[in-house]
Structures are given as C-alpha cells and as structure tokens.
Antibody, heavy 122, light 108 residues
Framework: EVQLVESGGGLVQPGRSLRLSCAAS????????MHWVRQAPGKGLEWVSG????????GYADSVKGRFTISRDNAKNSLYLQMNSLRAEDTALYYC???????????????WGQGTLVTVSS | DIQMTQSPSSLSASVGDRVTITCRAS??????LAWYQQKPGKVPKLLIY???TLQSGVPSRFSGSGSGTDFTLTISSLQPEDVATYYC??????????FGQGTRLEIK
C-alpha cells in the first residue's frame, strides 16, 4: 500500500524558515517523480514544486521560486521542501504527491499524503 | 501562463441525475488534463487523466471527454458519496501546473 506521510509543519513567523519532510513507502520511491501541492484554508489546490526521480529535473511555481527548495533522498525514501522567507500567503496545508508515471515527470498525481499544516503568522 | 476555468463553481443535483462539469483552458493543451475529486476533509483523489482515461478503481459512472481547450467531467448517475469538490488540472508544458478553481457538488 502506498503511503506518504508529511511532517515538519507548524506555526512560524513571517520571514522565518521551515523544512517539510515526506516519508514514502509501499512503492519503489526512486522510480517516481515527486511533488508538493498546497491548499490554503478553504481554497483550491496549488502546485508548489516537483522533482524528478533522479533530481535531474526540478520545477517551482512562480510564487515560491527563489524561496523554496525541493530535494529528495532516495536512500531514505524521503522528499523534502525547504521553505525560506515565509510569508502569510504561504499559509496552507502542504501535500506530498506521487507522480503517476514511473521513470517520467508527467505532473499529475495518483497518491497524496494527508498533508502538514504550515501557518505563517506573527 | 495557461489558465483553467471551471463551470459551474457549484451545483446541486439529485441522486441519479447526470451531472456535467466543464473545464476550459485559455490555450490548447491537447489531452493533458486530469480530474480530481476532493471529499470534505479528505485528500484529493485522481479520477481521470489524459482527459478521458479512468484511473484504476474509479467507478465507471465517472467519465471524461474533450481535447484542446474544452473538457468535461460527467457523472452518469449521481450517488450520495459523490458529494465533493472537483478540480481539473492541466499538465502539458509543465511546469507550471495549473488547477481549475474547483466545482463544489452537493446533493439536492
């Protein structure tokens, strides 16, 4: 069974940093691209960032480019999101999501974690 | 960037009704379109990809169609468990990825 478990969320002041983690199991992690998608309270879905299976291809939404860094450790079956210079508008539930196609980066998502809540407020 | 516009934003229908949700892209995206279902308080679930391919395990009452700029998600016979918000998502020429704003479906 595919499982994606996010951690690292919390309350943080504007301008500070936070690092999210996603622990994956139930599939061959290093066969798949992985992504972060967020959802502000009561709002829709927003793709944040994605990384290919070998970290060779990385993408970011314009809203986070230059502030967030995605990475992965295939030996640990883990995905990360380093978030710097956080803003109030970054407040959201952050989901880890698995790309649907192996050995590719198709940018649609067949499994999602339960999410970790990030609240940016003074 | 390509914008995705869903209509309606919300709708109410009766059990057994045929329900159609529309998603329009601001530019052609071929068939690079996915649909997700998000039930209240739950995680999004992939329903359809490549505009019309049903994800494994999704009930056959769900179907998708379209190509280019205009797409539809159809529920052939609405069930109570289909209450959810539905999102379309384009994934051609990614990044960026764009989701529609969502369509909230309720039972009348």
């Amino acid at each position: 069974e595919v499982q994606l478990v996010e951690s690292g969320g919390g309350l943080v002041q504007p301008g500070r940093s936070l690092r999210l983690s996603c622990a994956a199991s139930g599939f061959t992690f290093d066969d798949y691209a992985m992504h972060w998608v967020r959802q502000a309270p009561g709002k829709g879905l927003e793709w944040v960032s994605g990384i290919s299976w070998n970290s060779g291809s990385i993408g970011y939404a314009d809203s986070v480019k230059g502030r967030f860094t995605i990475s992965r450790d295939n030996a640990k079956n883990s995905l990360y999101l380093q978030m710097n210079s956080l803003r109030a508008e970054d407040t959201a539930l952050y989901y880890c999501a698995k790309d649907a196609v192996p050995a590719a980066m198709e940018y649609y998502f067949d499994y999602w974690g339960q999410g970790t809540l990030v609240t940016v407020s003074s | 960037d390509i914008q995705m516009t869903q209509s309606p934003s919300s709708l109410s229908a009766s059990v057994g009704d045929r329900v159609t949700i529309t998603c329009r892209a601001s530019q052609g995206i071929s068939n690079y379109l996915a649909w997700y279902q998000q039930k209240p308080g739950k995680v999004p679930k992939l329903l359809i990809y490549a505009a019309s391919t049903l994800q494994s395990g999704v009930p056959s009452r769900f179907s998708g169609s379209g190509s280019g700029t205009d797409f539809t998600l159809t529920i052939s016979s609405l069930q109570p468990e289909d209450v959810a918000t539905y999102y379309c998502q384009k994934y051609n020429s990614a990044p960026p990825i764009t989701f529609g704003q969502g369509t909230r479906l309720e039972i009348k």
